[in-house]
């Protein structure tokens, strides 16, 4: 490691430059003059002409490697101090090979596959001169009405935290400090984001300590537990309080219970929009806020450059916490070895074994995708003809909102992929239906969609039904290829209706009517409601947006290559009226019961409680049963031993889950809480010995005091296969 003392460092700076440390801006202000690419940023954003840009600490979302290069030369030659810049980005499934989204990652259930990943990601994105990247997103999301479940890992605390802690080891390694082909990772939206009310983006937050606590907060310890460097506040109120001022959940919470000591970086544009909240009366009130909730980097705002030198001066702020904010940024810098080159990671030959990524990319686009239905009808032999129709059996388009690095011209569709496997003789494709039913409403900025690549979609005038139809007749097996744009999902891409478009609903009722057998291929960046269509399938692959490899891992799973083994990581539900939907729910004292009517009992008169497909469900190809459930209990912790058969003709994996109920408790308790996780390949015929260790720690409970109660009396122990397949059970008494 470097032998640079950053104190020392700290102490030949002047209070501007200090505070430079604390900015961060976009490349314009550089490429402005580099390139004339865009005049006028600092005006645009209302950066004093006194903030001297040679002066800033780290510059945001520059994608091409070599303006990062000459950005770093010339302020390097320009600045006094020549602390070398920070460059940070949204790399959040992939750099230049493109994973699935967080929420397909996660349906994977298989930890060390997306720790590899963020490697990948890790790696590519070093050799593009990166340094810090803002994933992994935690935020536990239980509202498929909110834009940003697709960024998420979903629903489950513990899902969450494995999620976590493995991105954040892939990106970062487990060294002291961050090496080659290593980068930072920042966790976000630090806390409660995902439980924004109604769904609708940005909204506010009201939430008991003890939900706090038990269900946001455990994905974020795991990070700081791996030793995350940065954490990126939320753009929310929590209780009344935007998440980027609050000294609760910043400074007590994060700072002082769980131990992070690195930076804490706002959202993009939050410290200014204290002020929008008029929880600052103005920007040099929102500038001392954030400071002292300890907040180090203003995101593109002018907030701190402009005000905090005069409150330092004038003595308003407090210059001990301006010193701590600016050695963290420091520290991070040593640590990525930017003391000893600055241009670490940015050689254009970098020895890059694409292939060898793309091999992990369809390893993981694989186990993402959930078989939720199959009757029968997959795999599809090679022998069929099969009509390929929907709205995405020849979109391009299917990345993910956050792949802005990814070449979407390299992606393969899924008509070409089966083309590719069955024959283009035996394969056939028409669209069927619009992915939309209007376009009109997005507002996206024209130059990010541009870099996503999102379909500039335009209504087709002609019925496409027709042409399905006639596609479809001499077909054995029509395949739908149904779902949502990329811009349904991502940020600020709430909906109140998460069906499928009303003319994709069209197109299956039709196609239905030719009685041939029918397989849905849904990408989507949320769990859609389905309801009325599920009925008319014959099989259901949930397959997100499942990166470059998502067509070839599809066909390699239709054609039987490959036995899925996803499982959903959120619950499907059957109607928006029931979200937000999870299931661990605390406990009713009036549960109604699946199949019962009664009146005064907690459920709704026109839908049943439970999700169309619950969480942690998922099918294979083969078949396993559960057996010989054993507890062992050592000191505060117990083993829990269990047996999966494979009672099927082929091999598969198994995702087994251990679940917990406690049925008595000061404080009430969820119907279900999962406290582990083991994914297994299963030979046909083997019996595999599985087992969870479950610590006194899992079973207790956070009240609303900041306590962890000690649950007393009976726990419940469940291993299953999913959430609403509880194979085995027994009981421990405490
Ligand atoms: C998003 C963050 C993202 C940041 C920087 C914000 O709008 O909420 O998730 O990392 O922009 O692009």
């Not at 930017?338 to 292939?355: H, K, M, Q, T, V």
């Not at 306590?707 to 059970?729: A, C, D, P, R, W």
Request: hydrophobic share 35%; net charge negative; glycine share 6%.
């Amino acid at each position: 490691m470097s032998a640079v003392d950053c104190k020392k460092i700290l102490e030949t700076l002047t209070l501007e430059e200090k505070v430079g440390q604390l900015v961060q801006l976009g490349g314009e202000f550089f490429l402005e003059d580099l390139k004339s690419v865009e005049t006028g940023p600092s005006e645009k954003i209302g950066l004093s002409d006194s903030f001297n840009r040679y002066n800033l600490g780290s510059v945001i979302n520059v994608l091409d490697s070599k303006e990062i290069k000459e950005i770093q030369k010339v302020y390097l030659e320009n600045s006094r101090h020549k602390i070398p810049l920070l460059f940070m980005a949204d790399i959040i499934h992939g750099y230049q090979t493109i994973f699935p989204i967080p929420l397909g990652q996660a349906a994977s259930f298989n930890f060390e596959l997306i720790e590899k990943a963020a490697e990948v990601s890790a790696r590519e994105s070093y050799y593009g001169g990166q340094h810090v990247t803002f994933t992994p997103m935690v935020d536990l999301s239980r509202d498929a009405r909110w834009g940003r479940i697709s960024e998420s890992p979903g629903e489950d605390p513990y899902v969450n935290s494995r999620f976590s802690e493995a991105v954040v080891r892939g990106l970062q390694g487990n060294e002291d400090s961050i090496g080659k082909e290593k980068i930072a990772a920042t966790v976000k939206h630090y806390v409660g984001y995902g439980s924004v009310e109604s769904g609708r983006e940005y909204n506010a937050v009201e939430m008991s300590e003890s939900t706090l606590r038990q269900f946001h907060l455990p994905a974020f310890k795991a990070a700081v537990d791996a030793n995350v460097r940065l954490v990126m506040t939320a753009f929310h109120t929590l209780n009344g309080v935007p998440a980027t001022g609050s000294k609760w959940i910043n400074n007590d919470i994060l700072r002082k219970e769980l131990g992070f000591d690195g930076v804490l970086i706002s959202d993009h544009s939050a410290v200014k929009e204290l002020s929008y909240y008029g929880y600052a009366k103005d920007d040099a009130e929102a500038a001392k806020i954030a400071m002292e909730a300890t907040v180090d980097i203003d995101m593109k705002t002018a907030v701190y450059a402009n005000e905090l030198v005069t409150l330092v001066k004038s003595e308003q702020l407090d210059v001990e916490l301006l010193d701590d904010a600016v050695l963290r940024v420091l520290e991070l810098k040593k640590d990525l070895g930017l003391f000893d080159n600055p241009y670490r990671g940015l050689s254009y030959e970098a020895d890059i074994n694409y292939e060898e990524h793309l091999e992990i990319a369809l390893e993981l686009a694989e186990e993402s995708v959930v078989m939720l239905k199959n009757n029968n009808v997959l795999p599809i032999d090679k022998n069929k003809k099969i009509a390929i129709i929907g709205p995405n059996a020849n979109n391009k388009f299917l990345l993910g909102m956050w792949a802005i690095t990814g070449d979407a011209s390299k992606y393969e569709t899924l008509f070409e992929a089966f083309q590719r496997e069955y024959g283009n003789d035996r394969v056939i494709t028409s669209q069927g239906a619009n992915l939309v039913d209007n376009v009109k409403n997005y507002g996206f900025p024209e130059k990010l969609a541009k870099l996503i690549s999102a379909k500039d979609e335009t209504l087709a005038e002609q019925d496409l039904i027709e042409e399905a139809l006639r596609c479809a007749q001499d077909a054995d097996v029509i395949v739908l290829s149904l779902g949502e744009n990329m811009l349904d999902t991502g940020e600020g891409g709430s909906k109140v209706d998460i069906e499928l478009s009303q003319k994709q609903r069209e197109l299956v009722k039709t196609l239905s009517t030719l009685n041939k057998p029918m397989v849905a291929v849904i990408n989507s960046g949320r769990p859609n409601v389905l309801s009325e269509l599920e009925q008319d399938f014959d099989a259901i692959l949930y397959a997100w947006y499942g990166g470059h490899k998502m067509s070839e891992a599809l066909v390699n799973i239709i054609s039987g290559k490959t036995n899925p083994s996803g499982k959903l990581p959120v619950s499907l539900p059957r109607h928006v009226g029931q979200l937000p939907l999870y299931y661990n729910n605390y406990s009713s004292a009036r549960p109604s019961l699946k199949g019962e009517k009664k009146r005064f009992t907690s459920r709704y008169i026109d839908v049943d409680n439970d999700p169309l497909y619950s969480f942690g469900y998922g099918l294979s190809y083969t078949q396993f049963e559960y057996s010989n459930l054993k507890i062992s209990p050592k000191d505060k912790s117990w083993d829990i031993t269990y047996e999966v058969t494979n009672t099927g003709d082929r091999e598969g994996y198994e995702v087994s889950q251990l679940y917990i109920h406690v049925p008595v408790s000061k404080i009430v308790r969820p119907v279900l809480e999962l406290k582990g996780i083991q994914k297994t390949l299963i030979k046909p015929g083997e019996v595999f010995k599985g087992s969870f260790e479950l610590t006194l720690d899992d079973i207790n409970f956070y009240d609303n005091a900041n306590s962890k109660i000690e649950t007393q009396g009976s726990v419940e122990v469940f291993v299953g296969s999913s959430s609403n397949e509880l194979n085995l059970e027994s009981v421990i008494e405490l």
